[in-house]
């Protein structure tokens, strides 16, 4: 079990930048795949990106392929997700993700979960 906390978002305009941080405490967080999702206001939940425990293998739904960097910070025990080339479209609030499989980690089934950070994209 790990506890996850996500920051980083915030407002920018269309063509811009961010890095959400995912900060995990717990036993063994380098063990761990973890991944990202995202859910807009009357939309489900969706899959953006996922990176194994060891960091050779990462996955990413079409929509963000090219856009957004999935990977992770060992020694401060940390997931970055750095998303480029931002479109109104990207808005939602985003969720970070852990589990000791990596396939539940993709699919939405992970044990571990934080509250999620808003990230706001304007024309």
């Known amino acids: 079990q790990v506890q996850l906390v996500e920051s980083g978002g915030g407002m920018v305009q269309a063509g811009g930048s961010l890095r959400l941080s995912c900060a995990a405490s717990?036993?063994?967080?380098?063990?761990?795949?973890m991944g990202w999702f995202r859910q807009a206001p009357g939309k489900e939940r969706e899959f953006v990106a996922a990176?194994?425990?060891?960091?050779?293998?990462?996955q990413y739904a079409d929509s963000v392929k090219g856009r957004f960097t999935i990977s992770r910070d060992g020694p401060r025990n940390s997931g970055l997700l750095q998303m480029i080339s931002l479109k109104p479209e990207d808005t939602a609030v985003y969720y970070c993700?852990?589990?000791?499989?990596?396939?539940?980690?993709?699919?939405?089934?992970?044990?571990?979960w934080g509250q999620g950070t808003q990230v706001t994209v304007s024309s």
């Open positions: 993700a852990a589990d000791t499989v990596f396939g539940r980690v993709v699919v939405g089934t992970a044990g571990s």
């Open positions: 717990g036993r063994a967080f380098s063990r761990y795949a």
């Open positions: 990176i194994n425990w060891s960091g050779d293998t990462t």
